[in-house]
T-cell receptor, first 115, second 111 residues
Framework: DAGITQSPRHKVTETGTPVTLRCHQT?????MYWYRQDPGHGLRLIHY???????DKGEVSDGYSVSRSKTEDFLLTLESATSSQTSVYFC??????????????FGPGTRLTVL | KQEVTQIPAALSVPEGENLVLNCSFT??????LQWFRQDPGKGLTSLLL?????REQTSGRLNASLDKSSGRSTLYIAASQPGDSATYLC??????????FGTGTLLAVQP
Protein backbone atom coordinates (compact mmCIF):
# COMPACT_ATOMS: atom_id res chain seq x y z
CA ASP A 1 0.00 0.00 0.00
CA ALA A 2 1.12 3.51 -0.80
CA GLY A 3 2.27 5.35 2.32
CA ILE A 4 -0.58 7.81 2.80
CA THR A 5 -2.06 8.78 6.13
CA GLN A 6 -4.86 11.18 6.93
CA SER A 7 -5.56 12.90 10.21
CA PRO A 8 -7.87 13.03 11.96
CA ARG A 9 -9.80 9.98 10.80
CA HIS A 10 -13.02 11.22 12.36
CA LYS A 11 -14.09 14.69 13.42
CA VAL A 12 -17.29 16.29 14.66
CA THR A 13 -17.41 20.05 14.70
CA GLU A 14 -19.92 22.88 14.84
CA THR A 15 -21.04 25.22 12.09
CA GLY A 16 -18.79 28.25 11.75
CA THR A 17 -15.66 26.71 13.22
CA PRO A 18 -12.43 26.33 11.23
CA VAL A 19 -11.27 22.81 10.43
CA THR A 20 -7.97 21.57 9.01
CA LEU A 21 -7.45 18.09 7.61
CA ARG A 22 -3.96 16.74 7.02
CA CYS A 23 -2.65 14.36 4.40
CA HIS A 24 0.85 12.95 4.79
CA GLN A 25 2.72 10.82 2.25
CA THR A 26 6.00 8.94 2.43
CA UNK A 27 6.24 8.22 -1.33
CA UNK A 28 7.74 11.54 -2.47
CA UNK A 29 5.03 11.79 -5.15
CA UNK A 30 4.68 15.10 -6.93
CA UNK A 31 0.88 15.33 -7.12
CA MET A 32 -1.53 15.38 -4.19
CA TYR A 33 -5.32 15.67 -4.31
CA TRP A 34 -8.26 16.26 -2.00
CA TYR A 35 -11.64 14.71 -2.85
CA ARG A 36 -14.95 14.57 -1.07
CA GLN A 37 -17.31 11.60 -1.36
CA ASP A 38 -21.05 12.00 -0.92
CA PRO A 39 -23.94 9.62 -1.64
CA GLY A 40 -25.20 10.06 -5.18
CA HIS A 41 -22.21 12.18 -6.23
CA GLY A 42 -19.27 9.83 -6.18
CA LEU A 43 -15.86 11.38 -5.58
CA ARG A 44 -15.41 15.02 -6.54
CA LEU A 45 -12.11 16.87 -6.71
CA ILE A 46 -11.77 19.82 -4.32
CA HIS A 47 -8.17 20.99 -4.88
CA TYR A 48 -4.95 19.48 -6.03
CA UNK A 49 -1.24 20.27 -5.88
CA UNK A 50 1.42 19.66 -8.51
CA UNK A 51 4.36 20.67 -6.33
CA UNK A 52 5.35 22.54 -3.21
CA UNK A 53 3.38 25.78 -3.09
CA UNK A 54 1.70 24.92 -6.43
CA UNK A 55 -2.03 24.30 -6.13
CA ASP A 56 -5.12 24.56 -8.29
CA LYS A 57 -8.88 24.33 -7.90
CA GLY A 58 -10.99 21.32 -8.64
CA GLU A 59 -14.67 20.86 -9.29
CA VAL A 60 -16.01 21.82 -5.83
CA SER A 61 -13.47 24.26 -4.35
CA ASP A 62 -15.79 26.90 -2.86
CA GLY A 63 -15.40 27.12 0.93
CA TYR A 64 -12.08 25.23 0.93
CA SER A 65 -8.46 26.29 0.85
CA VAL A 66 -5.27 24.23 0.68
CA SER A 67 -1.60 24.59 1.41
CA ARG A 68 1.48 22.57 0.61
CA SER A 69 4.69 23.79 2.23
CA LYS A 70 6.46 20.43 2.06
CA THR A 71 6.36 17.61 -0.50
CA GLU A 72 4.94 15.19 2.05
CA ASP A 73 2.10 17.27 3.51
CA PHE A 74 -1.08 18.65 1.94
CA LEU A 75 -3.52 20.49 4.19
CA LEU A 76 -7.21 21.10 3.50
CA THR A 77 -8.85 23.93 5.46
CA LEU A 78 -12.50 24.73 5.89
CA GLU A 79 -12.35 28.34 7.03
CA SER A 80 -15.89 28.31 8.44
CA ALA A 81 -17.46 24.87 8.34
CA THR A 82 -21.06 24.47 7.13
CA SER A 83 -23.40 21.49 7.33
CA SER A 84 -23.09 21.02 3.55
CA GLN A 85 -19.42 20.16 4.13
CA THR A 86 -20.33 17.06 6.10
CA SER A 87 -18.69 14.35 4.02
CA VAL A 88 -15.92 11.81 3.77
CA TYR A 89 -12.69 13.41 2.58
CA PHE A 90 -10.04 11.44 0.72
CA CYS A 91 -6.50 12.40 -0.06
CA UNK A 92 -4.75 10.88 -3.07
CA UNK A 93 -1.27 11.01 -4.54
CA UNK A 94 0.28 10.29 -7.92
CA UNK A 95 3.80 10.40 -9.27
CA UNK A 96 2.95 12.95 -11.94
CA UNK A 97 5.12 11.19 -14.50
CA UNK A 98 3.07 12.77 -17.24
CA UNK A 99 2.43 9.47 -18.98
CA UNK A 100 -0.85 7.71 -19.47
CA UNK A 101 -0.19 5.02 -16.86
CA UNK A 102 0.05 7.39 -13.94
CA UNK A 103 -2.42 6.15 -11.33
CA UNK A 104 -3.67 7.71 -8.11
CA UNK A 105 -3.29 6.09 -4.71
CA PHE A 106 -5.81 6.91 -2.02
CA GLY A 107 -5.63 7.43 1.72
CA PRO A 108 -8.07 5.86 4.22
CA GLY A 109 -10.35 8.91 4.41
CA THR A 110 -11.55 11.36 7.07
CA ARG A 111 -15.20 11.38 8.10
CA LEU A 112 -16.21 14.95 8.95
CA THR A 113 -19.54 15.83 10.54
CA VAL A 114 -20.57 19.48 10.84
CA LEU A 115 -23.45 20.02 13.27
CA LYS B 1 -18.43 18.68 -19.17
CA GLN B 2 -17.48 15.03 -18.71
CA GLU B 3 -20.05 12.89 -16.94
CA VAL B 4 -19.51 9.30 -15.86
CA THR B 5 -22.40 6.91 -15.19
CA GLN B 6 -22.35 3.44 -13.69
CA ILE B 7 -25.18 0.97 -14.04
CA PRO B 8 -26.45 -0.82 -12.07
CA ALA B 9 -26.09 1.07 -8.80
CA ALA B 10 -26.27 -2.22 -6.90
CA LEU B 11 -25.93 -5.86 -7.84
CA SER B 12 -26.31 -9.10 -5.89
CA VAL B 13 -25.11 -12.41 -7.33
CA PRO B 14 -24.51 -15.93 -6.02
CA GLU B 15 -20.95 -17.09 -5.52
CA GLY B 16 -19.30 -18.51 -8.64
CA GLU B 17 -21.25 -16.43 -11.11
CA ASN B 18 -19.51 -14.38 -13.81
CA LEU B 19 -20.64 -10.76 -13.85
CA VAL B 20 -20.24 -7.51 -15.76
CA LEU B 21 -20.21 -3.97 -14.40
CA ASN B 22 -20.84 -1.09 -16.76
CA CYS B 23 -19.39 2.41 -17.02
CA SER B 24 -20.29 5.05 -19.60
CA PHE B 25 -18.85 8.51 -20.21
CA THR B 26 -20.06 11.43 -22.30
CA UNK B 27 -16.80 12.84 -23.72
CA UNK B 28 -14.72 10.34 -25.67
CA UNK B 29 -11.59 12.55 -25.49
CA UNK B 30 -10.08 10.64 -22.58
CA UNK B 31 -6.49 9.69 -21.84
CA UNK B 32 -7.26 6.65 -19.74
CA LEU B 33 -9.94 4.93 -17.69
CA GLN B 34 -9.45 3.30 -14.33
CA TRP B 35 -11.45 0.86 -12.28
CA PHE B 36 -11.19 1.09 -8.50
CA ARG B 37 -12.49 -1.01 -5.63
CA GLN B 38 -13.68 0.50 -2.36
CA ASP B 39 -14.38 -1.56 0.75
CA PRO B 40 -16.73 -0.12 3.41
CA GLY B 41 -15.03 2.60 5.44
CA LYS B 42 -11.85 2.36 3.39
CA GLY B 43 -10.07 4.25 0.65
CA LEU B 44 -9.95 3.29 -3.01
CA THR B 45 -7.68 0.63 -4.47
CA SER B 46 -6.78 0.76 -8.16
CA LEU B 47 -7.68 -2.46 -10.01
CA LEU B 48 -7.02 -1.79 -13.68
CA LEU B 49 -5.97 1.15 -15.85
CA UNK B 50 -6.71 1.14 -19.59
CA UNK B 51 -4.99 3.67 -21.80
CA UNK B 52 -7.07 5.32 -24.51
CA UNK B 53 -5.20 3.37 -27.21
CA UNK B 54 -5.95 0.02 -25.56
CA ARG B 55 -9.04 -2.16 -25.87
CA GLU B 56 -8.69 -4.20 -22.69
CA GLN B 57 -6.62 -5.02 -19.63
CA THR B 58 -6.58 -8.17 -17.54
CA SER B 59 -5.53 -8.89 -13.98
CA GLY B 60 -6.30 -12.32 -12.58
CA ARG B 61 -10.08 -12.84 -12.63
CA LEU B 62 -10.69 -9.25 -13.73
CA ASN B 63 -10.92 -8.04 -17.32
CA ALA B 64 -11.69 -4.45 -18.26
CA SER B 65 -12.60 -3.36 -21.77
CA LEU B 66 -12.76 0.09 -23.31
CA ASP B 67 -14.70 1.31 -26.34
CA LYS B 68 -13.75 4.95 -26.49
CA SER B 69 -15.83 5.79 -29.55
CA SER B 70 -19.04 4.67 -27.86
CA GLY B 71 -18.05 6.00 -24.44
CA ARG B 72 -18.25 2.67 -22.66
CA SER B 73 -16.19 0.42 -20.43
CA THR B 74 -17.01 -2.88 -18.77
CA LEU B 75 -15.42 -4.69 -15.86
CA TYR B 76 -15.81 -8.46 -16.10
CA ILE B 77 -15.34 -10.50 -12.93
CA ALA B 78 -15.01 -14.23 -13.44
CA ALA B 79 -16.05 -16.84 -10.89
CA SER B 80 -17.12 -14.28 -8.28
CA GLN B 81 -16.27 -14.84 -4.60
CA PRO B 82 -17.72 -13.34 -1.40
CA GLY B 83 -14.42 -11.46 -1.02
CA ASP B 84 -15.26 -9.54 -4.21
CA SER B 85 -18.09 -7.79 -2.36
CA ALA B 86 -17.32 -4.06 -2.46
CA THR B 87 -18.16 -0.89 -4.35
CA TYR B 88 -16.57 -0.65 -7.79
CA LEU B 89 -15.87 2.78 -9.23
CA CYS B 90 -14.73 3.80 -12.66
CA UNK B 91 -12.95 7.08 -13.39
CA UNK B 92 -11.82 8.76 -16.59
CA UNK B 93 -8.87 11.07 -17.02
CA UNK B 94 -8.94 13.89 -19.54
CA UNK B 95 -6.14 16.21 -20.65
CA UNK B 96 -5.06 16.98 -17.07
CA UNK B 97 -4.28 14.75 -14.12
CA UNK B 98 -7.86 15.15 -12.92
CA UNK B 99 -10.08 12.11 -12.60
CA UNK B 100 -13.86 12.21 -13.07
CA PHE B 101 -15.57 9.45 -11.11
CA GLY B 102 -18.80 7.58 -11.54
CA THR B 103 -21.05 6.99 -8.54
CA GLY B 104 -20.13 3.31 -8.31
CA THR B 105 -21.76 -0.12 -8.32
CA LEU B 106 -22.25 -1.83 -4.96
CA LEU B 107 -21.60 -5.54 -5.48
CA ALA B 108 -22.69 -8.25 -3.06
CA VAL B 109 -21.60 -11.83 -3.72
CA GLN B 110 -23.70 -14.26 -1.73
CA PRO B 111 -22.03 -17.44 -0.36
Amino acid sequence: DAGITQSPRHKVTETGTPVTLRCHQTENHRYMYWYRQDPGHGLRLIHYSYGVKDTDKGEVSDGYSVSRSKTEDFLLTLESATSSQTSVYFCAISEGRGDLTDTQYFGPGTRLTVL
Amino acid sequence: KQEVTQIPAALSVPEGENLVLNCSFTDSAIYNLQWFRQDPGKGLTSLLLIQSSQREQTSGRLNASLDKSSGRSTLYIAASQPGDSATYLCAVRGATNKLIFGTGTLLAVQP
